[in-house]
């Protein structure tokens, strides 16, 4: 099993839409590309909030090939979407983690 984990910090002015667009809208589309079995939405804490809370959005794949799938078929229009739409409002990184 592999956790794709997408950490974003979002701006204060933005964030009830952000996150109303992510459990509306982005993560349906993820969840509708069907290689992905699950999801865990959480928000980081004990963090320095100025500038916006962080979240962290863990889809659970089940195989590297699948994983590759999505992202060779998939990631760069989901990203130029949210980066088309949120721009500088928000900071991600991903990662890739495999459960042992």
Known sequence: MYIYNVTTQVKW???DAWLSWMKNEHIPEMMA???ITHFRMVKMLDIDESDGPTYA???FIISRDKY???INKF????RRKTLEKWNEKIFSF???MQVV
């Open 13 to 15: 002015i933005i964030h």
């Open 33 to 35: 590309t069907e290689l």
């Open 57 to 59: 959005v863990q889809y």
């Open 68 to 70: 590759d799938l999505y």
């Open 75 to 78: 990631s760069a229009e989901l």
């Open 94 to 96: 991903r990662s890739l």
